[in-house]
């Protein structure tokens, strides 16, 4: 079966444009906006791989390589980040628990 190499840069482009999209929209929730980046790097890792088919050539999966490493530390950074920021959360609502009571005593 033969799918057009036109088509598939169709669908990575909206896969980009949709991940873009949702950075520009999504400015308040991590989650949402790490999975908006890991769009935009799976779009370049489509036209990675749909280039090196084209051009019967290694390079386009050897860089696929390399945005797959980037991924997984942007993915460990961000998880990281979520969960220092859920500490602190929760580290100052007990801190604003204790001092409501203490006032109210």
Same mark, same amino acid.
């Given at each position: 079966?033969?799918?057009?190499?036109?088509?598939?840069?169709?669908?990575?482009?909206?896969?980009?444009?949709?991940?873009?999209?949702?950075?520009?929209?999504?400015?308040?929730?991590?989650?949402? #906006?790490?999975?908006? &980046?890991?769009?935009i790097?799976? @779009?370049?890792? /489509?036209n990675? +791989? %749909?280039?090196? *088919?084209?051009?019967?050539?290694?390079?386009?999966?050897?860089?696929?390589? #390399?945005?797959?490493? &980037?991924a997984?530390?942007?993915? @460990?950074?961000? /998880?990281?980040? +979520? %969960?220092?920021? *859920?500490?602190?959360?929760?580290?100052?609502?007990?801190?604003?628990?204790?001092?409501?009571?203490?006032?109210?005593?």
């Amino acid at each position: 079966m033969f799918i057009a190499y036109t088509f598939c840069y169709i669908i990575s482009l909206n896969i980009f444009f949709a991940g873009l999209l949702g950075c520009f929209i999504v400015k308040r929730n991590l989650i949402v #906006f790490l999975i908006c &980046i890991e769009l935009i790097l799976i @779009a370049v890792q /489509l036209n990675f +791989l %749909i280039a090196a *088919y084209n051009f019967n050539d290694i390079i386009g999966q050897i860089f696929n390589l #390399f945005i797959l490493m &980037i991924a997984a530390a942007e993915v @460990a950074i961000g /998880l990281a980040l +979520l %969960i220092l920021n *859920y500490r602190l959360r929760v580290l100052l609502k007990q801190n604003l628990f204790i001092y409501q009571r203490i006032r109210c005593i």
